[in-house]
């Protein structure tokens, strides 16, 4: 079982930039690829980010190429996903989880162990 934590979203305008968090507590955090997704208001959850294990490699949306970052501490068992250049298509929920599968890793279905989420609002 793995339990995890999200934080840091909130309210900016068009241009900011956010740093959030996912705190992971439970099974052996560096064991386990790990992933972002958000979800808008009526859209289904779509994948954003994803790091393996011991951050060797990345993969990110294409609407995320070039403005975030995903990133990963071992030590403190944190996931952290920095947005820069926050445009308002990016408001949604933001989710992190364990990557469980070995299928297609953009597919939510590959995850487990989800974090409640943290909302992330961008005003024009």
């Known amino acids: 079982q793995v339990q995890l934590v999200e934080s840091g979203g909130g309210l900016v305008q068009a241009g900011d930039s956010l740093r959030l968090s996912c705190a992971a507590s439970?099974?052996?955090?560096?064991?386990?690829?790990m992933g972002w997704f958000r979800q808008a208001l009526g859209k289904e959850r779509e994948f954003v980010a994803l790091?393996?294990?011991?951050?060797?490699?990345?993969n990110y949306a294409d609407s995320a190429k070039g403005r975030f970052t995903i990133s990963r501490d071992n030590i403190k068992n944190i996931l952290y996903l920095q947005m820069n250049s926050l445009k308002p298509e990016d408001t949604a929920t933001y989710y992190c989880?364990?990557?469980?599968?070995?299928?297609?890793?953009?597919?939510?279905?590959?995850?487990?162990?989800w974090g409640q989420g943290t909302q992330v609002t961008v005003s024009s």
């Open positions: 439970g099974r052996t955090f560096s064991n386990y690829a």
């Open positions: 790091i393996s294990s011991r951050s060797v490699s990345t």
């Open positions: 989880a364990v990557r469980v599968g070995s299928g297609n890793y953009r597919s939510f279905r590959e995850y487990d162990y």
